[in-house]
C-alpha cells in the first residue's frame, strides 16, 4: 500500500538573487533547487548540513561534526560516515554537476567542510541583511522605515531554527541564534512603541516572553505593548507576575526598564496607544446551604461534629444511605463495614453520613471508638458500659460481664429506631457484642479490615479522591481563589497526595498556615518520593503514623512481604510475584492478610485470569522505609528472584508465539528453572498473548530498571523474549523504549556487540512507526558496525531495514541494493529467513523500478520460501507482498485472487495489522481497475485498523488514497475532508512527497468545490 508523490515550490523570500538552491534555517530545515523541495535524507544528514548552515562561508571541522552526531562517542568509522553524509549532501545539492566536490555548495577545506553561499541563497544571511539595515535607518531617525524592516526580517522566521534536527538541539550557534532574536525583537518592539504600531509586535513579544520568563527588557516591551492596545489592566498584571518571578527565583526586584515601563502603563504614557475597555464584574448571590429542616432535641446524639469542608463521595453517601435506610421489607439490622488504606477518609465518610441519615433515626445515634489500629485495642465490654450509660441506664445498673451487658443492650435497643457508629474496628469479634438484635436500629463500622466474617455485613471498601475531588478538598481548606490560581501546581499537589484524604487534608493545613506561601513549593516536596512522608505531616497530624499503626497490625511474614513490595516500584502485580519475592511458592494467605487490612488493594482480574495487587503510593513510600530494616543482600535477592520469574515466563510464553521473522533471533541463552514452580508457570502461560498483555507493563519497567543498575544484558535478554509479542500486536513504541534504554546501559559500559544489537532494533522500531529519515542514521550506523565486525548475518538483517528506510523515503534505487546484497548474504549464511526478508523487498523495490517480471519472481521465491519454513505468519507476509507487486506491474485481478488468500490467513491467525495491509492493496488494485467505490470500501475497512494500532504511515497513505479516490469519483469535498487528515501526519514523518502530493490534490479539490 503505496503511493507517489511530488515535490512543492519554495516560498517567496526576500531576495532576488537567482540562485538556484535556496536553504531555510529560520524553522523547519528545507532546501529547494528552481522551486522544488529536495530530499535531504536521514537525522544525521540534515544534522551536517545545519550545523555547516549555521556557519556559513566557514570551515566546520570533523571534530565539530563528529561531536553533535555522536555526543562525543564517535565510532572508529566516523571520518567515512561523515564523508558519505556529505557526498550524498553534494548530489542533492549539487545535482551531480561539479564532480570531485570543487566549486560546488558544500567543499572540504583543510580537517573539515565549508558551505560556500555563492551557490546557496541562505535565509540567516538575509535575516541579518535586514536586521542590520533596520538599525542603520532607527540610527538614521527613519522609524517607519526601521519598523518595515525589522517586520521583513522577523517575517522569515517560521519556528525553531532547525526545528526538526534533533541532534542539533541546545547546540551554542543555535543559542545564539535565539538570543540574537530575542535582541531583534526588542529593538523592533521599541521602533514600534514609538510610531503606535503595538498590535503588530505583540504576538513576537508574547512568544519571546514565554520563552525567555526572565528577559525583564522584554517583558517591558510587553507591558508596553499590552498598553498600546487598550489591554492596561494585562499589562498591570503583567508586570506583577513579573515582579513575583524575580523574587522567587532571583531574589532581586524589578529593574530600571521594567519599572520605567510600569509607572508609563499607570501614567497611561504610551504613544499611539488604544482605550482601554471597561470591565465588568458580574456574578450571583451564592448559596452558602440552610440549616437542616428541623428535628426533634435527641439526648443520645453522640455523632462527632460534621466536617465543614467535606466533599466527594456523594456515591458512597447515596450507598449508604440505601443500605442503612427505612426500608419496611428488610429483615434483621442492617450493618455496613467501610473499609480501607490509612488516611482513606473512613471516619469522615461515616460521621458525615450518619448526620444526613439523622432523620432516619430519630431515637438517636451512638458513637462507639474501638480503636482497632492502636496496639491496645478497646474491650467491647468497656464500650458496651459506655453505650448503656449513654442510653439513661445508671452506672450501678450496669452488669459486670460482656454477655450481660450485651443482652442489657440488645433490650433498651428494642423496637427504637437508633444508628450505632462504631470506630476503628480491629476485628469482627470486637463489633459483634455491639450488634442490635431487633430490626429498626442500623450499624455503620469503619475499619481497616474487610471483616467479611462479621455476620449480614454489606462491604464498602473505599478508595482515594478523584483528582477533582481532592483539589476541591484542598480548595475548601486553603480557598478556591487561591487553587484557581495554581490550577496546576494544586493539581500536582493532589497527586503527590495519592488523593488520599488525610494527605491532602494536612496539605492543605500546612498551606492555610503559610497563606502566602505558594502551592507549587509544597507541591514539590510532596512529589518528591523521597521526602514525602515527612512533608506530610503537622501538628499531630501525620501520615507516616497512620501508615505505621497499619504496618504494625501485620503479622510478621506480611509486614515482609509488604516491605518487599517497595522494591518494585509503582505496578500490579500478580500473586506470583509476591511469592517469589518471599521465596515461597504460593503467597495466598500472605496476599490475604495486606488486602483484609487494606495494605495492599486488589485492582482487578487480568486477561490471564490472575488477580493483579498494588500498593499505593504513600504506602510504598512507606514500604521503601521499611526496607531499611532488610539486609542489602536480602534485598537484591528478592528483586533477582522477581525478575528471573519474569524472565522465565517471559520466555515460556515467547515459546508458544510464531517467531518474529524480520530480525535474528536473539542468543539462546536458558532461561531461569525452579523461581516459579512448573505446573504454576505452565497455568500462568497458558495464553501467552493474554500474559504479555496482562505483564506488558511491568516487563517494559523491568526492563528499563535492569539497565539503570548496569544489567543491560538481563535486559536484553527479557527484551528479545518480547519480541514476538510486540511483532504481533504492532507495540513498536515499546520497543523502542526498551532497546534505547539497552542501547544507552551498553554504551555507557563499552559493550560493543550489544550496542550493535540494540541500535538494529531500534532501527528497525523506526521504520515500522514510519520515521524513515530517524531509522537511516541508525542503520547505517548498523550496516558499517557489523561490516567492520564481519556479522554477516546481522548485516542481512541490518541492510533489509535500512532498505526499508530508503523505500518508504523512496529512494528506490538504495532499496533495490541494499535488498539484492541481504538476499545474497541470507543465503551465504544459510538463514533463510533474511534470504526470506530481503526477497520481499527486492521485488517491492523492482516493482516500482519497472521491472516486473524480476519483482514477481522475487516474491513468488519469498512466498515459496516461507511456505517451505511452515511459519503461516511469513506466509501471510509473503502473500502481501506478492499481491503489491502484481499491483505494481498492472496484474490487478491476479492481486485481488491473493488478498483473497491473504485474508483467510489473517482470520486464522488473528492478525490485524496484515489483514489492513491486505485490504489496502485490495483498494490499490481497484483504484488500477477504476473501481473507485470499492476502493473506498476496502480502505474505510482498513483504516480503522491502522488508527487503533498507530500504523501512522499507513494511516496518512490510507486517507490520501480514500480522498484520491473520491477526487476521481468527482466528489471533491469528502476528498478534500480526508487529504486535509493525512497532511499532518505525512509532515510528522518527513515524507515531503507524499505530503506535496496530497497537498496539490487538496487544492484542486478545493477549487473545485467552489465552482
Not at 210 to 228: F, V
Not at 352 to 358: E, F, K
Not at 434 to 452: H, K, Q, W
Not at 923 to 950: C, I, K, M, N, T
Request: hydrophobic residues 45%; negative net charge.
Amino acid at each position: 500500500m503505496e503511493a507517489s508523490g511530488g515535490a512543492t515550490a519554495a516560498p517567496l523570500g526576500e531576495s532576488r538573487s537567482g540562485k538556484l538552491v535556496r536553504m531555510q534555517l529560520l524553522g523547519p530545515l528545507a532546501v529547494w533547487r528552481d522551486g522544488a523541495l529536495l530530499r535531504l535524507g536521514g537525522g544525521k544528514q540534515r544534522a551536517v548540513l545545519g550545523l555547516l548552515g549555521l556557519h556559513p562561508d566557514a570551515v566546520v571541522s570533523l571534530e565539530a561534526i563528529a561531536e553533535v552526531l555522536w555526543e562525543g562517542e564517535p565510532p572508529p568509522t566516523a571520518a567515512a560516515m561523515v564523508q558519505s553524509h556529505i557526498s550524498r549532501l553534494r548530489a542533492v545539492l549539487d545535482h551531480g554537476r561539479l564532480p570531485g566536490g570543487r566549486g560546488g555548495s558544500l567543499e572540504a577545506a583543510g580537517a573539515g567542510y565549508c558551505l560556500r553561499t555563492g551557490q546557496v541563497e541562505l535565509d540567516l544571511m538575509t535575516y541579518r541583511r535586514l536586521a542590520g539595515e533596520a538599525r542603520d535607518a532607527r540610527r538614521a531617525g527613519d522609524a517607519v522605515g526601521a519598523f518595515e524592516l525589522y517586520e521583513r526580517a522577523l517575517g522569515l522566521w517560521h519556528g525553531e531554527p532547525l526545528a526538526d534536527v534533533a541532534l542539533l538541539r541546545g547546540h551554542p550557534a543555535l543559542t545564539g541564534l535565539s538570543q540574537e532574536q530575542a535582541n531583534v525583537v526588542v529593538e523592533y518592539a521599541e521602533a514600534a512603541s514609538a510610531m503606535g504600531g503595538h498590535d503588530q509586535v505583540l504576538p513576537h513579544l508574547q512568544a519571546l516572553a514565554g520563552r525567555d520568563p526572565l528577559n525583564e527588557r522584554a517583558h517591558a516591551c510587553l507591558m508596553i505593548a499590552l498598553a498600546g492596545s487598550g489591554r492596561q489592566a494585562a499589562a498591570l498584571e503583567a508586570y506583577e507576575q513579573m515582579r513575583r518571578r524575580l523574587d522567587d527565583q532571583l531574589g532581586v526586584g524589578p529593574g530600571a526598564a521594567l519599572a520605567d515601563a510600569h509607572l508609563r502603563v499607570l501614567r497611561h504614557d504610551i504613544p499611539g496607544a488604544a482605550p482601554s475597555p471597561g470591565a465588568a464584574v458580574s456574578g450571583g448571590p451564592v448559596d452558602h446551604g440552610g440549616p437542616p429542616d428541623g428535628a426533634p432535641w435527641i439526648p443520645a446524639c453522640q455523632l462527632p461534629p460534621v466536617v465543614a469542608d467535606f466533599t466527594g463521595r456523594s456515591e458512597q453517601v447515596a450507598l449508604l444511605r440505601g443500605m442503612l435506610g427505612p426500608d419496611d421489607d428488610r429483615a434483621g439490622v442492617p450493618v455496613v463495614v467501610i473499609s480501607g488504606a490509612p488516611g482513606a477518609g473512613k471516619t469522615t465518610l461515616m460521621v458525615h453520613a450518619g448526620h444526613v441519615m439523622r432523620p432516619f433515626f430519630p431515637d438517636g445515634q451512638l458513637w462507639a471508638q474501638l480503636d482497632g489500629a492502636s496496639d491496645r485495642p478497646r474491650d467491647p465490654g468497656d464500650v458496651l458500659g459506655e453505650l448503656l450509660r449513654a442510653l439513661g441506664v445508671h452506672g450501678s445498673a450496669v452488669p459486670g460481664r460482656t454477655g450481660e451487658r450485651a443482652a442489657l443492650y440488645r433490650s433498651r435497643l428494642a423496637d427504637r429506631r437508633v444508628l450505632i457508629v462504631v470506630d476503628d474496628a480491629a476485628s469482627a469479634a470486637q463489633v459483634r457484642p455491639l450488634l442490635p438484635g431487633t430490626a429498626g436500629c442500623a450499624v455503620m463500622v469503619t475499619s481497616r479490615r474487610r471483616l467479611a466474617e462479621l455476620p449480614g455485613a454489606k462491604l464498602l471498601p473505599l478508595g482515594p479522591l478523584t483528582l477533582g475531588e481532592a483539589t476541591d478538598l484542598l480548595g475548601r481548606i486553603t480557598g478556591h481563589e487561591r487553587v484557581t490560581a495554581e490550577w496546576q501546581a494544586a493539581g500536582d499537589l493532589a497527586s503527590g497526595c495519592g488523593h488520599l484524604p488525610l494527605a491532602v487534608r494536612i496539605a492543605g493545613a500546612k498551606l492555610a498556615a503559610r497563606p502566602s506561601a505558594p502551592i507549587a513549593v509544597l507541591a514539590r516536596a510532596v512529589t518528591d518520593e523521597r521526602n514525602r512522608l515527612s512533608a506530610l505531616q503537622i501538628g499531630d497530624l501525620s501520615i507516616r503514623a497512620s501508615l505505621a499503626s497499619g504496618y504494625q497490625s501485620l503479622s510478621v511474614p506480611a509486614r515482609r512481604a509488604f516491605r518487599l513490595l517497595g522494591l518494585l516500584g509503582p505496578c500490579d502485580v500478580a500473586e506470583w510475584v509476591i511469592a517469589a519475592l518471599l521465596d515461597e511458592p504460593d503467597a495466598g494467605e500472605v496476599v490475604n492478610e495486606l488486602c483484609d487490612r487494606s495494605m495492599l488493594t486488589l485492582t482487578g482480574t487480568d486477561l490471564a485470569g490472575q488477580a493483579r495487587f498494588r500498593l499505593h503510593d504513600l504506602l510504598r513510600d512507606y514500604a521503601c522505609e521499611e526496607l531499611e530494616c532488610e539486609p542489602v543482600p536480602a534485598r537484591q535477592a528478592a528483586l533477582g528472584r522477581a525478575r528471573a520469574g519474569w524472565l522465565q515466563l517471559a520466555a515460556r510464553a515467547s515459546a508458544s508465539l510464531p517467531r518474529e521473522p524480520f530480525l535474528p533471533p536473539g542468543s539462546q541463552s536458558s532461561a531461569p528453572r525452579g523461581v516459579i514452580p512448573d505446573e504454576t508457570a505452565r497455568h500462568l502461560t497458558a495464553n501467552p498473548l493474554a500474559w504479555f498483555a496482562a505483564e506488558r507493563l511491568n516487563l517494559l519497567t523491568v526492563t528499563a530498571d535492569a539497565c539503570t543498575t548496569g544489567q543491560y544484558d538481563f535486559a536484553a535478554q527479557l527484551a528479545l523474549c518480547q519480541a514476538e509479542f510486540q511483532h504481533l500486536q504492532d507495540r513498536h513504541d515499546e520497543v523502542a523504549y526498551m532497546w534505547r534504554a539497552i542501547a544507552s546501559a551498553a554504551a555507557a559500559a563499552g559493550d560493543a556487540p550489544v550496542l550493535a544489537d540494540a541500535r538494529l532494533r531500534l532501527g528497525a522500531a523506526a521504520v515500522e512507526r514510519g520515521y524513515a529519515p530517524e531509522a537511516m542514521d541508525l542503520l547505517e550506523e548498523c550496516v558499517a558496525t557489523f561490516e567492520y565486525r564481519g556479522d554477516l548475518r546481522n548485516l542481512a538483517y541490518a541492510l533489509y531495514w535500512r532498505g526499508a528506510s530508503a523505500w518508504d523515503m523512496e529512494l528506490l534505487s538504495a532499496a533495490r541494493s541494499d535488498a539484492e546484497r541481504g538476499v545474497a548474504l541470507g543465503r551465504q549464511v544459510a538463514d533463510p529467513y533474511a534470504e526470506f526478508t530481503n526477497l520481499r523487498l527486492l521485488g517491492l523495490a523492482l516493482g516500482r523500478l519497472g521491472e516486473a517480471e524480476q519483482a514477481i519472481a522475487a516474491c513468488e521465491h519469498a512466498l515459496a520460501i516461507a511456505v517451505g519454513l511452515g511459519e503461516k505468519s511469513c506466509e501471510s507476509v509473503a502473500l502481501h507482498n506478492l499481491s503489491f507487486a502484481c499491483v505494481l506491474t498492472g496484474r490487478y485481478e491476479r492481486a485481488l485472487g491473493l488478498v483473497m488468500r491473504q485474508l483467510e490467513l489473517c482470520r486464522e491467525l488473528g492478525e490485524v495489522r496484515y489483514a489492513a495491509l491486505a485490504l489496502g492493496v485490495r483498494g490499490d488494485a481497484y483504484h488500477g481497475l477504476g473501481r473507485y467505490d470499492d476502493e473506498v470500501a476496502a480502505l474505510l475497512q482498513a483504516l480503522p485498523a491502522f488508527r487503533s494500532h498507530s500504523i501512522r504511515r499507513h494511516q496518512a497513505l490510507c486517507l490520501s488514497k480514500i480522498g484520491y479516490a473520491y477526487q476521481a469519483m468527482g466528489s471533491h469535498q469528502l476528498a478534500a475532508q480526508y487529504l486535509a487528515e493525512s497532511l499532518p501526519i505525512f509532515r510528522e514523518l518527513g515524507l515531503a512527497s507524499y505530503e506535496q502530493r496530497a497537498i496539490r490534490a487538496l487544492g484542486d479539490c478545493r477549487r473545485l468545490s467552489l465552482a
